[in-house]
Every structure is written in C-alpha cells, then in structure tokens.
C-alpha cells in the first residue's frame, strides 16, 4: 500500500527524451534563478526543530547555540559546522595499517576532510569521519551527473481531474464521521508531499547560477552527499597499482571494519509528532511509515526515496501496489472457499462417500494397512469440496488474468513514478569492470569502441568454458534437489506402511494424512538447509563466471539463486500434484520403487488434499520464518550488544552515545542489497499464482503476511539497520522478467491441476455422458448421483500378491472374510474378458482432460496477450502532461531568445550612439 501521491511507471520511455533535450538547451538560454522550489526540509513540520541538516541560520533564530547543539547530536563534526557525510571504522590492532595511512592520505588530497573519534565502549575501534565541502560536491555532481532543481514546474490540470478532486471532496466529506481516515496519510502529520514540483538537469558549475540555492549546505541533500562521498571512496587508491583503489576492496581484506552514512538522528521522541512535529526525517519516517500502528495507511513513498534512495524507494512501491493488487484476489480467493463451505450440504459427490457405509476400499499399503469403508473419508471429501468445487475452474481463469493485470498496471505505475522522481531520462553510468574481473584479465586488453581506451578483455573460449562449468554446477545443485525429493518420496511410502500398524488408533486410522503432515516439515526443514548451501554454491559458480560489470553479476547470481529456490521449494509441491498417485498400477499389479517399496496411493477422497496441505504448511511456515529472521534476528542481535555494554560499564552508568556509534552497533544491510526482499515476495508470487487452483486461500494467506511485511521491513530499515547507501534505480530489474515467466507457467500448471489433480473433469465427462442426465445438456448435482459408484473399480482379494496381501481378511465389515474390495480408477471388472483392463470410461475421461488443457491454456493465453495489448505501458494522464511541459519549455526557451535578441539590440544601438559621441 504506498503513497497515492507518488504515481508509478512504464518501460517505455521513448518519448520522454526530447524533454530533457530541451531542458539542457534551456540551461544556455536562461539568465536568472526562477522562481523557489521547496527544499529538502519541506516535509518537516513547520514551526519546529528540524533536521540536523538546517543551516546554522534557522537553528540561531531559534535561539540556541549552533556549534553546542550541533556537536551533542553527533552528526557533526567536533566544531559543530562540518556535517558527517560518511562514516569508516577500523581497529587499532588490525595489521593494514599502511593501506590505511595511504587511502586516508589520498582522502584529503581529493578535499574531503576527516576527523577521529575511539569508540567510548572500546578504545580499540576508531570512527572515522569524513565531510565533502562544498567545492569537492560540486565538483562530483557535475562528474556523476546528479540531477538537480533549477525551475518549478507549471502543472496542467485537466477538466476531468477538476470532476474527480470534487468526487474526492465528496467522499471526505462523507468521511468526516470516521475517527480514523483508512489508507490515508495523515496529512497534518505530512503537511506536503507534492515536492516534485521541479524541473531538474544535470548539476553544472559552470551553470550554477541557475540552480534553485537557498543554502549550499542543504542543496545537496544527505541522501545525495552520502552517495558523492561513497562514489569518490570508491576510486581511492590504497596501494601503488593499477588495481589497487577501492573502499569495498579495503573492507574485504579488513583493513576497515565497516562503512555507511549516518542516520539522521534518533527515531523517537519524547514529544508527539502532532504536537511539536518530527525531530527529523527519521523520526518523521517511523511514525508515519515504520510504526505498527499506521499499518492500514498508505506508504509516504517520497519520503523513503529522499532518505533511502530510489531503489529503496521503488521495492517498497512495488511491494505496496503487489499487496494493493491481492485485495480482489484475496477476496475471490475466499469467495470460492465460502461458496464451497455453502454447498457442502448440497454436493452429490460427498454425500454419496460419507452414505457409501457398504462400499469398502482397499489397503492403500502392503500388509499392515486394513480395508477400510469408504464412509470414512467422509471429512475429507467434504474438505476437498471446500477447494475443488465449481467456481475453482473460474479462479483459476481469474488468476490467470490477475497476474497480466497486475504487471501491465505496474508498469503504468512505474512510469508515473519514474516522472516524479525524475528518472525518465536517467541512465546508469556506465558501468566500471569490476576489480576481480580487471585483475584477472589484467594481461589481455583490447580497445574499448565506446570510450577507445585499452581495457581488460576475456577471451570467448575462456568465456564459453566458465559458462560450461556454471551451467553443470546448476545441473548438478537440481539433480540434488530431485534427489532430496526422491528422499520424502521414499520416507512417505515406508512411513505409511509404519503409521497404519502404529497402536494409537488416532494414527492408525489417519495413516496418510500423518504421514503428509510429517513429511511436509521434513521437506521444509531440507529446504531451509539446502537454500544455506544453494547461496554458498550460487556465490563460488557466479564469481568463477568472472561477470565483467557488477550489474552482470548481480544479475547472473539472481538467475541462480532463483532458480536453486525455486526448484527447491516447489519440486515437492509439483510431484504432489502431478505423481502422486498417477503410477501406482492397481490391485495385484503395483509398481515398485526399486522392486520393494509400493508407491503410494492417493486418499479415497483425491490426491487434492495432499496439495492443499502441502502448500498451506509450507507457505505458512516459510512466511513465519522469513519475517523472525528479517525482524527477529537483527532485534535479538541488537539487543546482544546493548546488553554487553552494560555489563562492560555497569548497569549504573547511562552512556550517551554519538550517533555513529549508535549506528555501528546496529545491523548491516544484507550483502546483497534487496536480493532477499525481492526473493522472498517473488517466491510467494509463485505461491500465490502457480497452484492457486488446489489452495484458493493462498492469495489471502499471502495478503495477510504483506500487510505486516510492509511494516516489518519499514521497521527494519528505520530502527534495525544502518542507514543503507542511496542508490539510483529506474525499475525493480531483473524480477519484472522473472514475474512474467512465473505468469506463463502458472497459467500452465493451473491446467494440469485442473485437469489432473482434481476431480472437475471426470464428474463433468460423468454428468453429460455417463450420468442420469446424459444427453440432455444438463450439469447440476441430480446428475452426478452415481458418480461414486461409477469412479471406483471392483478388485478380487485373492488376486492380491503375496507381499500386498493384508493381515486382515476383512471379515470385521460383514462377518464373513471379504471376497471383492473398491479402488479409484477405472478398470473392468475381474470376471471380463480382460480383467483389469482400462473402460472405454477412462479414455473419455484422459480426452477430456487432454482438451482442456488445451483449451484453458489457449483461452487464457489468448486473455492474457488481448489485455497487454489493450493496457498502454503509459497512462494517457502522464502523456497529455509530458506534452504539455515539453510545450511549455519550448515557449520558455522562445521568450528566453527572445529576450537574448532584445538584450543584443539594445546593447548593439548604445554602443552605436556611442561611437558617434566618440566620432570628431
């Protein structure tokens, strides 16, 4: 759920370019400052203290002392005038002492200054803090291109968005009765948060008069100052030699312990946010986004953005419309379970199993399984009503559609997003070779087309071979996947056979279930170890790919951990839905897994039962586990290390801490960024979309855990973690490709489910030809009476093997021993012509199934390409106004000529007259 204010997006940006064109040709015709624009503070609330990042003139009006104030916060430096811009820690004991006198040498020469602070709880750790002046964040900006505000924009407001601000009016004042607003902001809390309201362009010294400067210390924002300081840490030399530059290189062989940008304060106060406003951005950010009790409110998507950066920004707008977009699927979700709870008492099928008292079934293991009534299963046939019922096929359809939908809105989203956070026009930098790349090919250079400049180069024989490598790593990680699931296969069927002789009778006579649920938690606890050994794998096959940028590694490494994950948690699931069951032979000819162990069968009442567990436990234990490891873990950690300072300096003595050390003592941001994020909620995609049709609670159980995710990241972010680095992105990457992929094969696996796993088919084949109603065009729950009775075949006992045969000869039922036992297929009888062979029933059955897979996939298919071609990637609203400002900055630059030309006259006519004065 985010921001209404903060639009979202497109991929086509085409059409976007010739804007920025124009805005540069601007930059040469303008003469003067425009008019203000509002400055990073804005969002604070006015008339109280605001951020640290206030120029020491606002913080005099109010009458406190600049340098006393500014050097107890701890986000300055000792004299209380340089802000920290970023932060290095190192130890005094570590032996890279040399590295890090020529690296900290090298810092000052390019103009940043540093200052040292020991820690207070171990004098071993040193802070080091370093501040950008105004001339070296210039000189950067205008190198990395930052974009900056020089002119505010004039907006055109349509006829129909003046109709639809009075139907809001309409509907807040409708509102007013409610004690709470829902999924608002509160705007007194957020007095503005339409502050994109800027043209911007490439920062230029040379231009700088035209740039919107109330205060050059707050121009560039912290956000972007922490961005600058990272980008010039990362091209420092620390050693004599070509590849011997780099901060990240320096934290990896220690020479530094750690290093972030600071936090812009505490997150708390003792005051309320209504009253006295928000100490800083912080603070503003935790009680209007990261506070449990804001959880129904939209996200203020422009203010994570200015504190943590785009990337940031766009996964939490991305989460927030996927959760918004699980509403509707959520509640067909659970309209299809409500309509299958309110025809229970109505189906045909499960009446006739919980009546069939006189219909028993056969031992679904060797020996120790007994026959059983067929009547026994009546729950479960009555459970397995609540989820294949007839609206499933409707779901499924509608899953289907939900997901195009979902993505060909995002990208609309996107594009409104990527205007308002002025990153139509932006481009990545081009990428630097990654220093493992560079000095591995450090020998083989070849000439780079683009810049011409010698470059490291790697040879495509060396580059297939590594690719060859990689590729039979993922080969061999899947085949141990497989194997791990030919593992459960075995412990299910041994374990039948062990539950079915168990003395308690609540086992006994649940053996199949018992044994489903255990070997669930079995599979989700190999699951959880292998994902441990997957990353370590994905990590060594990656770096022995030697990617040259870091966007092709960090895509590459994506790829396998996605696929690794992916197979590792739904090869069980897709063995359960389209296996289990479909090979086990029948009574006196099962096949064996290696010639001993009987395959097992499914329930009496259908192999979607052992689905619908199956899913439901995995995806409840994994979201459980997900969010204590995303939320718990750094909390127990945190909390570890506030309690080992107060054992070091005694319960008694309260240490005020500096900000940097409060931020030290928190937990790093993931090694690999939002990679974990991203995963965990693309992976509940495929939950949510690839089995829908067996669990239509899944998109509910999925809405559910969203809702608190938003909020748990949120909290992890702002109060858990060290503030991450900002970081510019247009788009969430390479999980858009990913999502697709996952909508083609959903569509797929929905089919098969359909057709396969659950029963719709072979009852409708039943009732149009079958059936009491066969002929007549008619399908209600008069025609499947009989359908039980007709889905069973007959088996003769004494044709069982002799390792099949059951201890008990069923003489409990009747009396007598039991001559003739039932199980689900369809087969003739033992007294045919061909005894055991398949009914002319089952091959109507198989066409059926056969042609709605085709048809389904077809009709889905076909849905799916009709509505991405019929959505636009970009909203007409977001056109129209895009046209509009590209026509307003043409007559910007024509009175800008205009004037230049009027200037020209002028000068040229006084220069003449005085000429003529001069003239003798």
Same mark, same amino acid.
């Given at each position: 759920m985010e921001a209404r204010s903060s639009g979202i997006t497109n991929g086509k940006t085409k059409v976007f370019h010739p804007v920025a064109k124009d805005v540069n040709i601007l930059f040469d015709e303008l003469e003067a400052v425009n008019s203000p624009c509002k400055d990073d503070d804005s969002l604070l609330h006015p008339g109280n203290l605001t951020s640290t990042s206030d120029d020491a003139s606002r913080l005099e009006a109010g009458g406190e002392s600049v340098p006393e104030k500014n050097k107890s916060n701890g986000l300055y430096f000792r004299d209380g005038k340089c802000r920290i811009d970023y932060i290095l820690v190192y130890r005094k004991s570590n032996p890279q002492m040399e590295k890090r006198e020529i690296f900290e040498r090298n810092i000052r020469a390019e103009g940043l200054q540093m200052e040292k602070e020991s820690s207070l709880v171990n004098s071993d750790i040193i802070f080091v803090k370093l501040h950008a002046p105004w001339e070296v964040l210039g000189r950067y900006a205008e190198q990395m291109n930052v974009r900056m505000p020089f002119r505010r924009k004039i907006y055109y407001l349509p006829r129909r968005y003046k109709f639809m601000s009075r139907i809001d009016k309409q509907i807040s004042s409708f509102r007013r009765w409610l004690p709470k607003k829902p999924m608002r902001l509160d705007k007194e809390t957020l007095?503005?948060?339409?502050?994109?309201?800027?043209?911007? #362009?490439?920062?230029?010294?040379?231009?700088?008069?035209?740039?919107?400067?109330?205060? !050059? @210390?707050? *121009?560039?924002?912290?956000?972007?100052?922490?961005?600058?300081?990272?980008?010039?840490?990362?091209?420092?030399?620390?050693?004599?030699?070509?590849?011997?530059?780099?901060?990240?290189?320096?934290?990896?062989?220690? %020479?530094?312990?750690?290093?972030?940008?600071?936090?812009?304060? %505490?997150?708390?106060?003792?005051? %309320?946010?209504?009253?006295?406003?928000?100490?800083?951005?912080?603070?503003?950010?935790?009680?209007?986004? #990261?506070?449990?009790?804001?959880?129904?409110?939209y996200q203020p998507l422009d203010l994570v953005r200015r504190y943590f950066g785009e990337k940031i920004g766009l996964y939490f707008a991305w989460l927030g419309w996927y959760t918004g977009m699980l509403f509707p699927a959520a509640f067909i979700g659970l309209f299809v379970f409500l309509y299958g709870v309110i025809t229970l008492d109505h189906c045909q099928v499960s009446k006739e199993v919980c009546q069939a008292t006189d219909i028993i079934m056969c031992p679904v293991c060797d020996k120790y399984c007994p026959f059983m009534r067929l009547s026994d299963s009546c729950v479960y046939a009555k459970v397995t009503h609540l989820f294949d019922n007839g609206a499933t096929v409707f779901f499924a359809v509608f899953m289907a559609v939900w997901?195009?939908?979902?993505?060909? *809105?995002?990208?609309?989203?996107?594009?409104?997003?990527?205007? @308002?956070?002025?990153?139509?026009?932006?481009?990545?930098?081009?990428?630097?070779?990654?220093?493992?790349?560079? #000095?591995?090919?450090?020998?083989?250079?070849?000439?780079?087309?683009?810049?011409?400049?010698?470059?490291?180069?790697?040879?495509?024989?060396?580059k297939c071979s590594r690719l060859i490598v990689s590729a039979s790593g993922i080969f061999f990680m899947i085949c141990v996947v497989i194997a791990a699931v030919f593992g459960i296969v075995i412990y299910r069927v041994v374990t039948v056979s062990t539950f079915a002789a168990f003395k308690w009778a609540l086992i006994r006579n649940n053996s199949q279930v018992?044994?489903?649920?255990?070997?669930?938690?079995?599979? *989700?606890?190999?699951?959880?170890?292998?994902?441990?050994?997957?990353?370590?794998?994905?990590?060594?096959?990656?770096?022995?790919?030697?990617?040259r940028t870091e966007s092709e590694w960090e895509n590459s490494f994506t790829l396998k951990m996605f696929l690794f994950q992916f197979v590792n948690l739904n090869s069980s699931t897709f063995y359960i839905a389209f296996f289990l069951g479909r090979f086990t032979g029948h009574p006196g000819a099962y096949l064996r897994l290696?010639?001993?162990?009987?395959?097992?069968?499914?329930?009496?009442?259908?192999c979607l039962i052992d689905l619908c567990m199956q899913m439901g436990i995995i995806m409840v234990l994994k979201q459980t586990?997900?969010?204590?490891?995303?939320?718990?873990?750094?909390?127990?950690?945190?909390?570890?290390?506030?309690?080992?300072?107060?054992?070091?300096?005694?319960?008694?003595?309260?240490? %005020?801490?500096?900000?940097?050390?409060? @931020?030290?003592?928190?937990?790093?941001?993931?090694?690999?960024?939002?990679? @974990?994020?991203?995963?965990?909620?693309?992976?509940?995609?495929?939950?949510?979309?690839?089995?829908?049709?067996?669990?239509?609670?899944?998109?509910?159980?999925?809405?559910?855990?969203?809702?608190?995710e938003i909020r748990l990241d949120a909290y992890k972010f702002v109060t858990q973690w060290r503030r991450p680095l900002a970081s510019r992105a247009k788009d969430i990457g390479i999980w858009y490709g990913i999502?697709?992929?996952?909508?083609?094969?959903?569509?797929?696996?929905?089919?098969?489910?359909?057709?396969?796993?659950?029963?719709?088919?072979?009852?409708?084949?039943? #009732?149009?030809?079958?059936?009491?109603?066969?002929?007549?065009?008619?399908?209600?729950? !008069?025609?499947?009476v009989g359908y039980v009775n007709a889905s069973l075949s007959v088996f003769r006992i004494s044709d069982f093997e002799n390792r099949s045969e059951p201890e008990s000869d069923g003489s409990e039922f009747s009396g007598t021993p039991l001559k003739y036992c039932r199980y689900r297929d369809y087969r003739d009888p033992p007294h045919s012509l061909v005894p055991y062979g398949y009914t002319l029933q089952f091959w109507h059955v198989l066409a059926a199934r056969l042609a709605f897979i085709i048809v389904f996939e077809h009709l889905v298919f076909c849905i799916k390409h009709l509505i991405s071609y019929l959505i636009p990637d970009l909203p007409k609203d977001l056109r129209d106004r895009m046209r509009r400002e590209k026509y307003l900055?043409?007559?910007?630059?024509?009175?800008?000529?205009?004037?230049?030309?009027?200037?020209?006259?002028?000068?040229? !006519?006084?220069?003449g007259k005085a000429h003529h004065n001069e003239w003798p």
């Open positions: 007095p503005d948060l339409e502050e994109n309201d800027c043209y911007t #362009a490439p920062f230029s010294q040379q231009r700088i008069h035209h740039f919107i400067i109330h205060n !050059k @210390d707050t *121009f560039f924002n912290n956000a972007t100052r922490s961005r600058i300081v990272h980008h010039i840490l990362q091209r420092i030399k620390y050693e004599e030699g070509k590849n011997k530059i780099g901060l990240n290189r320096l934290l990896t062989n220690g %020479s530094y312990e750690a290093a972030f940008p600071l936090h812009e304060g %505490s997150y708390r106060s003792k005051n %309320s946010i209504r009253t006295h406003g928000a100490v800083n951005h912080r603070h503003l950010l935790y009680e209007c986004w #990261a506070s449990w009790g804001v959880w129904y409110k997901a195009t939908v979902f993505l060909e *809105f995002w990208k609309r989203r996107r594009a409104v997003i990527a205007y @308002d956070w002025d990153l139509i026009d932006w481009e990545e930098e081009e990428e630097e070779i990654r220093p493992q790349f560079e #000095a591995k090919y450090s020998k083989k250079e070849r000439m780079n087309p683009i810049s011409g400049k010698p470059e490291p180069y790697q040879a495509f024989a060396d018992a044994t489903t649920g255990t070997a669930v938690c079995i599979n *989700f606890c190999i699951i959880m170890l292998l994902n441990v050994l997957y990353e370590k794998v994905a990590l060594l096959l990656t770096n022995l790919e030697q990617p290696i010639n001993r162990w009987r395959l097992e069968e499914c329930h009496p009442s259908g586990w997900n969010n204590f490891m995303e939320l718990g873990y750094p909390l127990i950690q945190n909390w570890w290390t506030r309690r080992k300072v107060r054992q070091e300096h005694g319960p008694e003595r309260k240490i %005020s801490f500096p900000q940097w050390e409060k @931020d030290y003592n928190l937990q790093p941001m993931n090694a690999y960024g939002l990679f @974990d994020e991203y995963l965990e909620m693309i992976l509940q995609f495929g939950f949510t979309t690839i089995f829908v049709a067996a669990f239509p609670l899944a998109p509910l159980l999925a809405l559910l855990n969203n809702i608190i999502l697709e992929g996952i909508g083609i094969l959903s569509v797929i696996t929905n089919a098969f489910v359909i057709a396969i796993t659950s029963d719709f088919i072979p009852r409708l084949v039943y #009732a149009y030809k079958y059936g009491p109603c066969a002929g007549q065009g008619e399908a209600g729950q !008069k025609c499947m900055i043409q007559e910007m630059m024509y009175e800008a000529e205009l004037e230049r030309l009027q200037k020209e006259r002028k000068e040229r !006519k006084k220069n």
